[in-house]
């Protein structure tokens, strides 16, 4: 590769990371005078090779207009941080290295200093405090004296069988009456898997501020890991969420389908409120105390899927009910909008409305994210009137938002919206939202590209019949000229929005189309269209990819069908697989992230072997009868590898790059390492970077360098700027007729 290839390359990438990615944002204060808004943003600091998170206030006026904003502030040793209710007092959890120690420091401060500050290695009453997405919780109670948070619970210590001391220390641990095990430090502890590793059990933790006394919570009964809890209304009890402590942990990081309840915790007295056979998250109060929601699914099946948003009326012996159900296609809400079903992992911590009667959040819809508002009085549901880019709400508070806006072409900015309660809903759906941030930088050539989303639908009697894509990229060109990608989501059951990516960004700007496929199994199409997939993926899925790759050489002209080629991670690398192998003379070069490679391998190393029956329609072999065991196992295991790339590897042609991570838990890098050693021996040109990171390859080092590789090998193998001798004939021999022909095809609607 050219030197001044890579040097374009990365000159693209500085630029764009010169835009800050938004994290979170928060009403801090509301005046007569107006509101100040508080944000947390994540940018790349190339020269220290890490991501640098610093914090923003903007003040705006009554009529939501910007009027001044503060500088950033550095918070990168901030772990986590909240208000309390009334925002005059703020509790920070920082982590601080002192004489070459890592330590972890909660800070109480008012609007003027510093009131106190806890050093929780000298309690030394719980090991890390969690600050996942999963299970962290970190709140004040409501009269401001009591601070909560989940973390791990204290380990018991011990030593090996032999461990020679002092007279010293022998008396010092004998007077301190220290219980100490020998021989037990290496037994094994299980954990929640990918990205929660050393989380094997959880307890609830609250500071009395006053006192500056730390005591944990002895009343969640053993066979329960408990996260996301919060205080009631009353500020004396807690609500949260229970995991049931199964004899195996299975990976729950962006797995929706565990078994949990929310249950609530009254003194001592320990109480499920949900439902069995379900998994929840998210339990929110609404401001005037008298309504619980939070998300809930069904389990089985599929590890994401469409939720309902369940609501409890508080201290009345009312059952929950659904105020947004289970949509098993497509439902139509207000204003004619059509609705495909809530596909959220979380809400937003505050997520009423003023007056406690509509519910604020956002969810994937087909190939957008769009936010809706829902009138827990009457369940119309009402969806936010925005653009074509991508909508998020991020909080909440007396009749005014805080959103997040953002679209392939634009990094995240926040958006401020106000509504008026009094009104209809109809009319509460437009906001009249006011962007507070723009870009800071944008390469040239960024105005010059289009996004353009196609809905297909076959020509069949199948039950589930159509699927999505979206074209990125120039508006026009010559015939048969741009190269392009086919660029493929993980998961299955995850999809393609119309979000910003740097890597997407500048394969685009450098002159490559991207289609990316929302293949049936999907988010955002309906339930019935998600759960099509399972048992049947490298079939339907590869279809859709096949029948995407055809329909838009028929669409754009311009895509040139003798440079297509491959990028997907995950689910995504197991389709560029099935492609590159299925159909070695369609795709030129393949990049693959951590891809599945055989089912059946996979389901005895993976975090998530219960994913890997799923996927291929067959039964979880540790949920079946130890006198059936026997028998269906051979069937099993042979089911999962005929889904497998595997079974077509010495059909590959494209020259392929692996990107794998080391510490993966959910795709172990094995998986990719086959995949590399098949190519290698059957003489395809092959490439593996292994990083010291894990699933998400989204570490400081790992990601610089999986990106700009990627896209280097997209260049050198599948691109204008490196066409081979019999390429650029079949580009010089493409006549008048031809480019006739293929605008004169039908096209399919495009909305």
């Known amino acids: 590769m050219a030197s001044n290839q890579i040097d374009k390359v990365l000159n693209l990438y500085k630029i764009l990371s010169q835009?800050?990615?938004?994290?979170?944002?928060?009403?801090?204060?509301?005046?007569?005078?107006?509101?100040?808004?508080?944000?947390?943003?994540?940018?790349?600091?190339?020269?220290?090779?890490?991501?640098?998170k610093f914090m923003q206030d903007f003040s705006l006026d009554t009529n939501l207009n910007p009027l001044d904003k503060s500088f950033p502030v550095d918070v990168s040793n901030e772990l986590l941080s909240t208000f309390s209710e009334d925002e005059q007092y703020k509790a920070i959890l920082r982590q601080v290295t002192i004489d070459n120690t890592s330590k972890q420091f909660i800070e109480i401060w008012d609007r003027q200093h510093l009131i106190k500050n806890y050093d929780l290695s000298v309690y030394d009453a719980h090991g890390e405090i969690y600050t996942d997405d999963q299970f962290s919780s970190f709140q004040f109670s409501p009269d401001k004296s009591k601070l909560l948070y989940i973390a791990e619970r204290k380990k018991p210590k011990c030593e090996p069988f032999y461990k020679q001391k002092s007279q010293e220390k022998r008396e010092k641990e004998i007077k301190d009456a220290e219980v100490i095990s020998r021989g037990n430090e290496y037994i094994f502890k299980p954990h929640w898997g990918e990205q929660l590793v050393g989380k094997h059990k959880s307890v609830i933790v609250i500071i009395d501020i006053n006192e500056d006394v730390i005591k944990i919570n002895q009343y969640i009964p053993e066979e329960y890991f408990v996260g996301q809890v919060t205080w009631?209304?009353?500020?004396?009890?807690?609500?949260?969420?229970?995991?049931?402590?199964?004899?195996?942990?299975?990976?729950?990081?962006?797995?929706?389908?565990?078994?949990?309840?929310?249950?609530?915790?009254?003194?001592?007295?320990?109480q499920k409120i949900s439902i069995d056979g379900c998994a929840v998250r998210a339990p929110r109060f609404s401001p005037n105390g008298k309504t619980l929601v939070w998300l809930e699914r069904d389990l089985g099946g599929a590890h994401h899927t469409c939720h309902r948003l369940m609501q409890l009326k508080w201290d009345t012996s009312e059952k929950a009910d659904a105020l947004i159900n289970i949509v098993s296609n497509c439902i139509t809400i207000a204003q004619d909008k059509n609705f495909y079903g809530l596909y959220n992992q979380s809400l937003p911590r505050r997520c009423f409305s003023n007056d406690s009667r509509y519910i604020f959040l956002s969810s994937p819809q087909r190939y957008n994210i769009k936010s809706y508002m829902v009138n827990i009085e009457t369940k119309n549901l009402n969806e936010i009137q925005n653009n074509d880019s991508s909508l998020l709400v991020l909080d909440v508070k007396q009749d005014r938002l805080v959103m997040m806006r953002m679209s392939s072409i634009e990094p995240p900015h926040l958006i401020v919206g106000r509504f008026d309660s009094s009104v209809e809903d109809a009319e509460l759906s437009n906001l009249h939202l006011l962007e507070i941030t723009k870009p800071v930088v944008m390469p040239e050539g960024i105005e010059n590209l289009?996004?353009?989303?196609?809905?297909?639908?076959?020509?069949?009697?199948?039950?589930?019949?159509?699927?999505?894509?979206?074209y990125f990229g120039e508006k026009s060109s010559k015939v048969k000229t741009?190269?392009?990608?086919?660029?493929?989501?993980?998961?299955?059951?995850?999809?393609?929005?119309?979000?910003?990516?740097?890597?997407?960004?500048?394969?685009?700007?450098?002159?490559f189309g991207i289609v990316h496929v929302n293949y049936r199994g999907s988010l955002g199409m309906g339930e019935k269209n998600l759960k099509y997939l399972l048992g049947k993926v490298g079939e339907v899925d590869v279809l859709d990819c096949v029948t995407a790759t055809h329909d838009a050489l028929k669409k754009y002209p311009w895509l040139d069908p003798n440079y297509i080629g491959l990028?997907?991670?995950?689910?995504?690398g197991f389709l560029v697989s099935h492609l590159s192998s299925q159909y070695p003379n369609l795709y030129r070069a393949v990049v693959s992230l951590n891809p599945v490679i055989d089912i059946a391998a996979m389901y005895t190393i993976s975090d998530i072997?219960?994913?890997?029956?799923?996927?291929?329609?067959?039964?979880?072999?540790?949920?079946?009868?130890?006198?059936?065991?026997?028998?269906?196992?051979?069937?099993?295991?042979?089911?999962?590898?005929?889904?497998?790339?595997?079974?077509?590897?010495?059909?590959?042609k494209a020259p392929t790059l692996l990107l794998l991570g080391s510490n993966d838990l959910r795709v172990p890098f094995s998986q990719g390492k086959l995949w590399y050693n098949r190519l290698k021996a059957?003489?395809?040109?092959?490439?593996?970077?292994?990083?010291?990171?894990?699933?998400?390859?989204?570490?400081?080092?790992?990601?610089?360098?999986?990106?700009?590789?990627?896209?280097?090998?997209?260049?050198?193998?599948?691109?204008?700027?490196?066409?081979s001798e019999e390429q650029v004939r079949v580009i010089e021999t493409v006549s008048d007729e031809e480019m006739r022909e293929e605008k004169a095809e039908q096209k399919p609607v495009t909305n």
């Open 19 to 52: 835009n800050p990615t938004l994290t979170k944002a928060r009403i801090t204060s509301i005046t007569k005078n107006g509101i100040t808004v508080q944000s947390h943003w994540s940018q790349r600091n190339l020269e220290r090779c890490s991501k640098q």
């Open 232 to 270: 009631t209304p009353n500020g004396d009890d807690l609500v949260g969420v229970a995991w049931k402590c199964e004899t195996r942990y299975l990976g729950l990081n962006a797995c929706t389908n565990r078994t949990s309840w929310i249950f609530f915790l009254k003194n001592s007295e320990f």
């Open 450 to 470: 289009i996004i353009e989303h196609t809905d297909y639908k076959y020509n069949s009697k199948e039950e589930v019949n159509e699927f999505n894509y979206t």
């Open 482 to 511: 741009v190269p392009w990608i086919l660029n493929l989501h993980g998961g299955p059951h995850y999809s393609f929005d119309n979000s910003f990516s740097i890597e997407t960004c500048i394969l685009a700007i450098l002159g």
């Open 567 to 572: 990028r997907g991670g995950s689910h995504g």
């Open 609 to 652: 072997p219960d994913w890997c029956a799923a996927e291929s329609g067959t039964p979880f072999i540790e949920t079946l009868l130890p006198t059936t065991m026997e028998i269906k196992s051979s069937e099993i295991y042979l089911k999962m590898f005929n889904h497998s790339p595997i079974v077509h590897v010495d059909k590959v």
């Open 682 to 723: 059957n003489d395809v040109k092959t490439r593996m970077h292994i990083y010291e990171d894990n699933h998400s390859l989204a570490s400081d080092s790992a990601e610089i360098d999986r990106i700009i590789n990627g896209i280097l090998w997209l260049m050198e193998h599948n691109s204008k700027f490196f066409p």
